[in-house]
């Protein structure tokens, strides 16, 4: 590519193990607290190339973990936890009504689905963050007691995808690009975000 012209700025792929090796062999240093998300062109020492994983596919990753153990524990030791989406689920189905929000069956039996990006944004969204907060706080249903970690986890995961999904330079909000002129509006967040993930943990205590 170099030879014939072409400037390659970034790289971009999923994340299974053996691309977070291949990232590691170029040049990138990917531990959170020492990042380093380039490395140098092999063709060209004076460029960069940047390395980015798919926000779509770590979206999803991020679902599979939390549905398969279950319950992540946030730095304030509150847990956060898969059973709240459930009961959501559990709870419109029941009496036919949904409180604004799309989950369906296919949204918890989401495993002959794994590839559908859409599953695992709907889930993580806005709308079924505040149906949660709704059954705890209004309807004041058990089912839904102490779960305030995960209505804040769920946001926090909501605003990230839609930063780093952002493709639209009319959009607002969240949704907006990522521009100079916006920098002082979603730098603070990346680094709440940045440091609210480095510090979830499983139940043993394992930084994830």
Known sequence: LYDIGVSVVSLTCD????????????????????????FVHPSDPSSEVHVIFDVCHML????????????????????IKWEYVVALHQLQHEEGLHLANKLTKSHITFHT???????????????????????????????????EATVKFI???????????????????????????????WNPFIDEAFDYILNLRDTSGKLM
């Open 155 to 185: 946001r926090l995961v909501d605003h990230l995808f839609d930063v780093l999904n952002s493709r639209n330079p009319l959009a607002r909000g969240f949704k907006a690009g990522l521009k100079p002129s916006n920098f002082h509006l």
């Open 60 to 79: 999803k990753l991020l679902r599979n973990t939390l549905a398969d153990g279950g319950i992540l524990v946030g730095g304030d030791e509150q847990k």
């Open 113 to 147: 689905q794994k590839m559908k990006v859409n599953l695992a944004a709907q889930t993580f969204s806005a709308s079924t963050a505040s149906a949660i907060e709704f059954c705890a706080t209004h309807l004041k249903l058990p089912q839904f007691e102490v779960s």
């Open 15 to 38: 994340g299974p193990q053996c691309h977070f090796t291949m990232m590691t062999e170029l040049g990138a240093v990917l531990d959170p607290v020492n990042l380093q998300a380039f």
